[in-house]
């Protein structure tokens, strides 16, 4: 489906097969001379299909045409070396943190960093080998290196006739980049702010502190002037300040979970995230698809580390995995 959201701003939905989000909204910013693509869908044929159909239909060039990518994740960042195949004019918009990561991800090496992360916090071996074969992250990356245009946070991009500015928002991902217009008042969120669903927030090697940065980008954003914030993936928000207070509130209750769980005694993030609430329609534990446990385990880490930092927690180590002590 596309939308047009504000004059010559499209909203194009790529679908994400088997995948919980279903699409990922991918914004087409048509300017007199280029088109800015803001984040493209995974590396699959459903997902190039929806983009040639939007680009037909909208009648843009790719040879006309930049791409500015949010963040790492492979529904954003996927696609991005089969559109710029055969069109050396292209410019790839990233930040760079996340930009190094995407093109390391098409390494075994990187998996391997990633896994020796996940291991510390108990993540079992089993699905750690499962993870090497089946994640959609490694699977529908990028196919080739990108040669990426790294922006900074208050670089200017211009598309007359707006002139939108990098705003840097680490938290989600350790770079994660949105695009502001401030006369329009438009917000491009990538994963940042959502609506329905709340962003997952994992521990990252390049961001130790990743949920405190992330709160600090969440302030960011609340103290902004905006009239349109356009997400990744579902509804387009209106309210953001209504959003974000919900974001916050949902961390909090997130926290006092985690610690009435340690009540039972020292755990690693994994056990902790088997005793987590999560709103999967999987009954138990044990029936979460693998990558439903690496997000949960990732998040579980993400909030004991915010309670360690903070001093509420300390941790011990025990055969290399990291328990958690109230
Ligand atoms: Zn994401």
């Not at 245009?149 to 211009?158: L, N």
């Not at 902004?224 to 961390?251: C, S, T, Y």
């Amino acid at each position: 489906m596309i939308e047009e959201v504000a004059p010559n701003i499209f909203k194009v939905e790529i679908p994400l097969p088997h995948n919980p989000l279903r699409f990922l909204n991918s914004y087409f910013i048509k300017g007199s001379k280029r088109t800015l693509i803001v984040d493209t869908g995974f590396n699959m044929p459903e997902c190039k299909e929806a983009m040639h159909n939007a680009l037909d239909e909208l009648d843009i060039d790719l040879h006309e045409t930049d791409f500015f990518i949010t963040h790492i994740h492979a529904d954003h960042s996927g696609l991005v070396a089969e559109l710029t195949n055969g069109a050396p004019s292209a410019k790839v918009y990233c930040n760079k943190i996340d930009a190094v990561l995407i093109n390391e991800g098409i390494l075994l090496e990187y998996w391997h960093k990633v896994g020796e992360l996940f291991r510390v916090y108990g993540f079992p071996q089993e699905l750690l080998d499962d993870a090497l074969i089946k994640h959609p992250a490694k699977n529908y990356c990028i196919e080739r290196v990108v040669d990426f245009t790294f922006v900074d946070d208050g670089c200017r991009i211009g598309i007359d006739p707006y002139n939108f500015v990098c705003i840097a928002t680490p938290g989600h991902s350790p770079g994660h980049m949105c695009l502001y217009e401030p006369e329009k008042k438009i917000f491009l969120a990538g994963d940042h702010i959502l609506a329905k669903i709340t962003p997952n927030i994992t521990q990252w090697t390049e961001i130790p502190d990743t949920l405190a940065q992330y709160f600090k980008s969440l302030d960011r954003v609340y103290d902004m002037d905006i009239n349109l914030l356009l997400p990744g993936h579902r509804q387009i928000i209106r309210d953001h300040r209504q959003r974000i207070n919900e974001l916050r509130q949902h961390h909090d209750v997130r926290l006092q979970e985690i610690l009435n769980i340690l009540d039972d005694g020292p755990q690693s993030a994994y056990q902790v995230a088997a005793k987590m609430t999560w709103s999967l329609s999987y009954k138990r534990w044990d029936d979460f698809p693998m990558p439903q446990k690496w997000f949960a385990n990732g998040e579980a880490a993400s909030h004991l580390e915010y309670l360690t930092q903070i001093g509420k927690l300390h941790i011990e180590t025990k055969d290399g995995v990291y328990l958690f002590i109230k």
